[in-house]
């Protein structure tokens, strides 16, 4: 009976952990459960054979990433198989963690493996989020826990990957006091010196995160404030490239900027590709634009580009940027402030690869070539100046750190997310935003599309969401208007980027190399 029960626990508790880490993310927002939910995978897996631990591991996370990515049905070209295989391979280095806890836990001992968790886990996040064409740093634990600001303060420190290494920390604490209770059931010695270090250890580094987040979240913002307008369009997908369109887009960009400027805002934004055509190739769409910055007297920041994404490839000889302008009022000679998008989305604005690998042979569609960008622009908005990243450049921590880096004082989001369609992805999109905003203490402010279009605080804190008289804030059209205050700080994060990343990678090394080195399995 004993060997049932724990079989079917060995084949339940996978399956439970992806359920509980799926469920702490939008659109279920039950943020507690990630605090607990890796515990009984890893209970599953101590002093569990490699092979057995990594098999468990990955059916963990395809259960998490199916879950978390069940929107990508709904974007246009795309299908379960792509579905199913962007959750085996972000599954698969859920697997490797298993793998090395399991290799720890049978040559070293369980109390080892706990302690080695946190390290090992920050360390594949990282390296899934920066693997090449493939990297995608979407669904990192920490995310979870976007509307706990309390918590996440610590990001400033050592970035996103900091709050993980909190929460992974506390599911080892807890199932470390599991494997005590089972020990001590079983007779055997149940609380050593290790685990009870690991569980104070643990203690001690959360109301540390408590005490940081409430020492930073008291201190007030004071500064000169500027006052911004976000203009959410709520363009059709099907219509943004039609030509019998263009006109329409453009009056519902003009008419909304004309009504937001009788309050004066020091800057109007725009989402990613708001134009119909780029103003940068097309005079005419160009001219429209300066007229209406010259009929609203406002700087107008706005995303212009040719082609859409998921498109056949165009014309061979020209160059398409996915760009962000600053247009100011003035005469028509006067150049705007440009920015090229520097991170290009795979399988969106290029297919990697494209002569080497052949990606129709798995039903992936061929798309417009884009160029990227070379350099980090800041735009200047005297006497202030911020940066601007387009659609997913807000996910990449190390990209984005850059700008402010390199003296941003606030940072602008364009992006277009009408072909997430009504899903919970804007929201996971969003709790990405708002790490941004806390690594490096400034405003970030977003501008899309279909929405989420709002403004974040560097505490973290949401405000100022374009809505609808029922609340709702995807597709919808409308805007809003809101204060920042320019930041000049730089946290220790900006300056030293992903420092505790590298340390976990040494320490995850050196353990698994030093367990491997032991030739006998020692007790758990």
């Known amino acids: ?23 702490a993310f939008p659109d279920y927002h039950q943020a507690v459960l990630a605090w607990v939910a890796l515990v009984p995978v890893m209970l599953a897996i101590a002093g569990k054979k490699p092979a057995v631990a990594f098999l468990l591991s990955l059916v963990c996370g395809i259960c998490f990433f199916l879950g978390l990515f069940n929107w990508i049905l709904v974007v ?3 299908s379960w198989l792509h579905h199913t295989l962007l959750a085996l391979y972000l599954g698969s280095y859920i697997g490797i963690f298993g793998l090395a806890f399991a290799i720890i836990s049978r040559r070293i001992n369980t109390t080892a493996a706990f302690f080695a968790a946190p390290f090992i886990w920050i360390a594949l996040e990282f390296a899934r989020s920066n693997m090449s064409f493939i990297a995608l740093p979407w669904g990192l634990l920490a995310h979870s826990q976007y509307q706990t600001p309390l918590v996440i303060q610590i990001a400033s420190l050592a970035g996103v990957y900091s709050v993980s290494f909190l929460m992974v920390a506390m599911n080892c604490a807890v199932a ?16 050593t010196k290790g685990r009870l270090a690991l569980i104070s250890g643990t203690a001690t580094l959360f109301l540390f995160a408590l005490f940081y987040g409430n020492l930073l979240s008291s201190k007030p913002f004071s500064g000169e404030r500027l006052k911004l307008a976000l203009v959410q369009g709520n363009i059709n997908q099907s219509q943004k490239w039609d030509p019998m369109y263009a006109g329409v887009i453009m009056r519902t960009y003009a008419e909304s900027s004309l009504e937001v400027s009788k309050h ?4 109007i934004v725009w989402p990613e590709t708001a134009t119909p ?12 634009v300066k007229r209406i910055v010259n009929l609203t007297g406002t700087n107008l920041l706005l995303g212009s580009s040719q082609p859409q994404k998921f498109k056949k490839p165009g014309h061979k000889n020209f160059k398409y940027y996915n760009s962000a302008f600053l247009i100011t009022p003035g005469t028509p000679k006067s150049k705007p402030q440009r920015y090229d998008k520097i991170r290009l989305f795979p399988f969106g604005e290029y297919l990697p690869y494209r002569n080497s690998i052949p990606w129709a042979s798995i039903s992936v569609p061929d798309v417009s070539s884009y160029v ?16 601007v990243t387009i659609c997913w450049e807000n996910m990449f921590p190390d990209l984005f750190r850059q700008f402010v880096k390199n003296g941003a004082q606030f940072m602008v989001n364009l992006t277009n997310e009408a072909w997430f369609g009504k899903t919970e992805a804007p929201d996971q999109f969003l709790s990405m935003s708002v790490f941004r905003a806390v690594e490096n203490r400034v405003f970030v402010v977003r ?11 560097p505490n973290g804190r949401v405000y100022g969401r374009v809505e609808d008289s029922n609340g ?3 597709f919808i059209r409308g805007f809003k208007i809101a204060s920042i205050v320019p930041q000049n700080s730089k946290t220790f994060y900006t300056r030293y980027g992903d420092w505790l990343v590298w340390l976990s990678l040494a320490i995850s090394l050196g353990v698994i190399g030093l367990a491997m080195a032991r030739k006998t399995p020692q007790s758990v």
């Open 264 to 267: 004066k805002p020091d800057l």
């Open 372 to 387: 990227a960008g070379k350099e980090f622009k800041l735009f200047e908005l005297p006497p202030h100046r911020f940066g």
């Open 472 to 474: 709702e804030d995807t």
């Open 76 to 78: 246009s070209k795309y």
């Open 176 to 191: 470390a006091c599991v494997y005590a209770l089972q020990s001590y059931r079983d007779k055997k010695i149940a609380w």
């Open 447 to 457: 501008c899309t599309n279909t929405g989420i279009s709002c403004f974040i605080d």
């Open 1 to 23: 009976m004993r060997q049932i029960i724990n079989i079917f626990f060995s084949i339940a508790a996978p399956l439970l952990s992806g359920a509980l880490m799926f469920f």
């Open 277 to 288: 055509r780029a103003i940068s190739m097309d005079p005419g769409v160009y001219r429209e």
